[in-house]
C-alpha cells in the first residue's frame, strides 16, 4: 500500500524550502544537495510535534556530535590501509588573527586529506618559542598510536626520527 502526498502540501513545501534558500542567500542548488535530502528523510521519521533545535543545541552539543562523527570517520578511511601503504603526517604553520596556529594533518591512499589536529601556539610563543621542527614534532607524537605504553627511551628515539624529517641531522637536540 502506497500513500500518495497531498499534491497542495508537497506544492508548499517546495515553495517553504525555496523562500529558505532565497532568504538566506543560499545556492539554488542546496535544494538537491544530497545532506539536505538527507534531512527531509529524517524528518519524515518523526511526528508533527518535532521542534528543531534552537541555535545553542546546534552549536554546542550537536556541533560535537557531528565533529566526533567526522572525526571517526576520517580516521577510519585514513587508517584503512595503512598496513599497506603507511600514512603521512605533516604539519602546516598558520596565524589566523593574531593567534599562531598548527594543523597537523594526515594523507593516506584512502584519505588524501585528514585533519588531526589544530593546535594553538599562544603560550609557546608567548614564553619566546618557535614554530620550528623540534616542536612541530611534539605536537605530532601524542597523535602517534601507544605512545601511553611507550618507553622513555623509544619515545625519544620517536622524537628524533620524526625531527630528522624536518631539520638537518646537524641541528638535532637530544634534550628533552
Known sequence: MTTRCNPKAEEE??????????????PFSMAE???????????????????????YQVAGRLLDANF???????????LADAETYGVSIFGDGATIGKTPMINILASSPTNPSCVL????????????????????????????????????????AMENLICKMFVPRDMLRTED
Do not use: E
Not at 13 to 26: G, N, P, R
Not at 68 to 78: C, E, G
Not at 139 to 145: E, K
Open 117 to 156: 589536529d589544530v593546535v594553538d601556539c599562544t603560550n609557546h610563543m608567548m614564553t619566546a618559542g618557535k614554530k620550528d621542527a623540534w616542536y612541530i614534532a611534539k605536537q605530532i607524537l601524542p597523535l602517534s598510536s601507544d605512545k601511553a605504553n611507550m618507553d622513555p627511551l623509544d619515545r625519544l
Open 68 to 78: 566526533a562523527a567526522y572525526k571517526r570517520d576520517a580516521l577510519d578511511m585514513l
Open 13 to 26: 513545501l517546495h515553495i517553504a524550502i525555496a523562500h529558505w534558500i532565497a532568504a538566506h542567500c543560499l
Open 33 to 55: 544537495d544530497a545532506l539536505f535530502k538527507r534531512v527531509l528523510v529524517k524528518a519524515r521519521a518523526t511526528n508533527h510535534k518535532y521542534v528543531p533545535p534552537i541555535s
